[in-house]
């Protein structure tokens, strides 16, 4: 196997996924966040609970900007603070009731842009997806085995 040929289709591979992305989410954001806001509560959703740090470092934005961000959401009373039992300094943000509501309608637009995108595919091929989806998860995306 010609590992550069293979990180270069990788690249392709990623700029793909990050363009298809933008497509399939742009739209769906509410009028009640901004970009950035709608960016965490997507990440809070499918990573929760998560911390400050985590926030920051997985979306690129500087603990300050994180926590301002943060605030501005908890005061819509999308998402929360909550304090770790074993460890009071530590504090974990998951969304509220208001937040998975929001980010509940967000993600069924979503699916349904992601379906209609899939509606000509063969069962065999969704479960070549799926295991691919699968692989590059375990293998590439998999951050546990750094």
Partial sequence: MDRKALFQKFVAFTTAVHQTTHEMT????????TPMQYGILEYIAVSEPVTLSQISDCLHISMPNASRE???LGDKRLCEKVTVAEDRRKQYIRLTEEGKALMNEAFARIEARFLHRLRHASEEELTQIDSA????????????DD
């Fill in 26 to 33: 742009k739209d769906v954001k509410s009028d009640a966040v």
């Fill in 70 to 72: 943060l605030k501005k």
């Fill in 133 to 144: 989806i699968d692989v590059l998860q375990a293998k590439v995306f998999d951050m546990d």
